[in-house]
């Protein structure tokens, strides 16, 4: 089945500092999907992307659709303590299954 | 607006017990609904998928089975529990094929 590479698997920043984490997949994807999943809770969905190219953000996140549609990135400008969790990336696949396709997760850690 | 509920929050079950986790959806008509693992905090692994009323796929051979007896009712159940069947079970849902997923709280199973 598809695989997604998310990377990296956790940082460790303090407070303030910016964070970027991507996911690649070696096919094509339809749509890229991030998530947030604070501790003991479900993921929550943060941002959708549905074209090529798209840029779009949510606050102090932003997220990019990649060119050849085989790969996203999220950042975060000026992290606080409340962005820690694991953040997922999810995709569906072109031509595939719709059952999304998710990564393994960026596990995030923020020094006050 | 559309929300999710699952129940219960928390589980303790001692080996060879049955289970049976409840997952509800209100607000949208015929979503797809998922049942996920989550073994240590990481990695979402897809248990079952449904597309309608008494339409379950599975993705994972084991001791589990799923049963959608109602449109935005899914279940999650075991006749004889194992102790790797512990972990973090997420229900999930969607309107149609290509949309994000909307995760519930989950539910922490715990068998002794």
């Known amino acids: 089945g598809q695989q997604l590479n998310q990377s990296p698997q956790s940082m460790f920043i303090q407070e303030g500092e910016d964070v970027s984490m991507n996911c690649t997949s070696s096919?094509?994807?339809?749509?890229w999907l991030w998530y947030k999943q604070d501790p003991g809770e479900g993921p929550v969905l943060l941002i959708a992307l549905y074209k090529a190219g798209e840029l779009t953000s949510n606050g102090r996140l932003t997220a990019q659709f990649g060119i050849t549609r085989k790969d996203s990135f999220l950042n975060i400008s000026a992290s606080i303590p409340s962005d820690v969790g694991i953040y997922f990336c999810a995709g569906h696949p072109s031509g595939g299954s719709y059952i999304p396709t998710f990564g393994r997760g960026t596990s995030l850690i923020v020094h006050p | 607006s559309q929300t999710i509920h699952q129940w219960p929050a928390t589980l303790v079950q001692p080996v060879g017990s049955p289970l049976s986790l409840e997952c509800t959806v209100e607000?949208?008509?015929?979503?797809?609904l998922y049942w996920y693992r989550q073994a240590a905090g990481r990695g979402l692994q897809l248990l079952f998928y449904s597309v309608g009323i008494g339409q379950i796929s599975s993705e994972v051979p084991q001791n589990l089975s799923a049963s959608r007896p109602q449109d935005r009712q899914f279940i999650l159940s075991s006749k004889k529990l194992l102790l790797s069947d512990s972990g973090f079970y997420l229900c999930?849902?969607?309107?149609?094929?290509?949309?994000?997923?909307?995760f519930g709280d989950g539910t922490r199973l715990s068998i002794l």
């Open positions: 607000g949208t008509s015929n979503p797809n």
């Open positions: 999930a849902w969607e309107n149609s094929n290509g949309q994000p997923q909307h």
């Open positions: 096919s094509i994807f339809n749509t």
